[in-house]
């Protein structure tokens, strides 16, 4: 099979792991040797050989597909082939698709390729499960190996931790790639039992394990000795799948909050079920807001210091009409209204509209001057929807009634119909 032809299937068979959000780690700066390119040369290069691409603090660029998700060029599989039978798997070994497979040279010379005609900005590189899990996680290696020791890249990879592989072989992973990951997919081990039954929890969990304590080890030895190379710089990261188990919300944000704490995980995506067999539009919808709010609740986990009891007093399952910060805050009228000029930063993040980066820039700002209903906006504060749950010097912005008059909730209503594209929580914006 040509390599065109290649790229094509095995690029399309990876679009459905959406744990490939890159977040890129700083490289040591270092001359390029013989005009090989102008980027600065990664730590695992070898010597006086040049190097190429860049792994910045920030992270690296992203590409957005059709359906919105983001996406690390390149992002491929190994191959498609796969023994595994897993029901939520457009690439599970009783699907009728055309196999195939890169070899670890092809993988190289495209990666190096694309790269130079800035095609790409990091590597995405996951497999099916075409042997054993020792055979699969060796190729990987190979391939991120080959670019860093002999084409001399030096930008972001991110490799796919085969559970069941050995540990020698996750901390050799770690040794040439930025960020490792493993799926659980699914939050609890009845579901793996009936959807993906050659799957095991306990691997999986064993895998993320093994990467905590390499990671941890070697940051430990890097205190205290200079020239130990970094493991896995970018951290680790899983992804569950929504929809295709019967679990609810609360289910599902309690693994996740579990295993940040645990295991120190980076992120953890979230990735509404696509059966095969198209789904109706309205269930697609609903599938979809169902894994944008929980991306937003998980956000509220890692930044805004809420607890899962909070987020899920009020059920099983996050609201679909309000996102849920706002959700919470309307259930607890009682925390609100908040006085602008004393309220702590923590009590600020509380208030719908106020990011973290917003209610930094009020603590910072009411220090040296008074604060104003009209300077808000500039701070970053989305005054749409905060409007109703702060005062400045005991006054509302306009006089609106109490919380509690159905004036308020309508008003409210309002502002989110105006906007329906609610963006998700960062810390720069609510």
Request: hydrophobic share 35%; charged share 25%; glycine share 10%.
């Amino acid at each position: 099979m040509e390599l065109p032809q290649k790229l094509a299937i095995l690029a399309g068979a990876a679009k459905y792991d959406a744990s490939c959000t890159s977040a890129g780690s700083p490289s040591p700066p270092a001359k390029p040797a013989g005009g090989l390119c102008r980027g600065a040369a990664a730590e695992r290069a070898p010597a006086g050989q040049g190097s190429f691409g860049v792994r910045a603090p920030a992270g690296i660029c992203h590409s957005w597909t059709g359906d919105g998700r983001c996406v690390s060029l390149l992002k491929v599989l190994y191959s498609n082939v796969c023994r595994y039978d897993c029901a939520y798997c457009a690439n599970r070994v009783s699907a009728d698709i055309l196999r195939t497979s890169f070899t670890s040279e092809e993988l190289f010379t495209l990666t190096c390729e694309f790269y130079r005609r800035n095609y790409i900005e990091g590597l995405f590189l996951s497999s099916g499960i075409f042997s054993d899990p020792d055979i699969v996680m060796c190729k990987l290696i190979e391939t991120a190996k080959k670019l860093r020791t002999q084409g001399g890249y030096g930008g972001y990879i991110h490799l796919k931790i085969i559970p069941g592989s050995g540990e020698n072989l996750i901390r050799e992973a770690g040794r040439w790639a930025d960020r490792l990951s493993a799926n659980i997919e699914l939050p609890t081990e009845k579901s793996l039992r009936s959807l993906a039954p050659q799957k095991s929890g306990k691997l999986i969990f064993g895998a993320m394990g093994q990467v905590w304590e390499a990671s941890a080890e070697t940051g430990e030895d890097r205190r205290r000795l200079r020239h130990v190379p970094a493991f896995a710089p970018g951290g680790q990261s899983t992804q569950l799948v929504v929809g295709a188990s019967a679990e609810d919300d609360r289910t599902i944000m309690g693994l996740s909050s579990a295993l940040y704490r645990k295991y120190e995980l980076r992120r953890v995506y979230y990735s509404a079920y696509a059966p095969v067999g198209r789904l109706p539009p309205a269930e697609q919808g609903n599938l979809l807001l169902r894994e944008h709010r929980l991306y937003q609740a998980d956000w509220l986990l890692r930044f805004y210091h809420y607890q899962i009891r909070e987020l899920f007093d009020g059920g099983p399952n996050l609201d679909r009409t309000f996102d849920p910060k706002l959700a919470w805050a309307l259930r607890h009228l009682n925390f609100f209204p908040l006085e602008l000029k004393t309220a702590s930063y923590e009590e600020l993040l509380r208030v719908p509209g106020l990011g973290v980066r917003s209610a930094r820039r009020i603590i910072e700002i009411r220090r040296r001057q008074a604060l104003s209903f009209t300077g808000l906006s500039r701070l970053g504060v989305i005054f749409k929807r905060a409007r109703y749950f702060v005062t400045l010097g005991g006054r509302f912005a306009g006089g609106p009634p109490p919380l509690d008059n159905p004036a308020v909730m309508t008003g409210i209503l309002g502002a989110e119909k105006a906007d329906p594209q609610l963006p998700l929580f960062d810390p720069r914006q609510d």
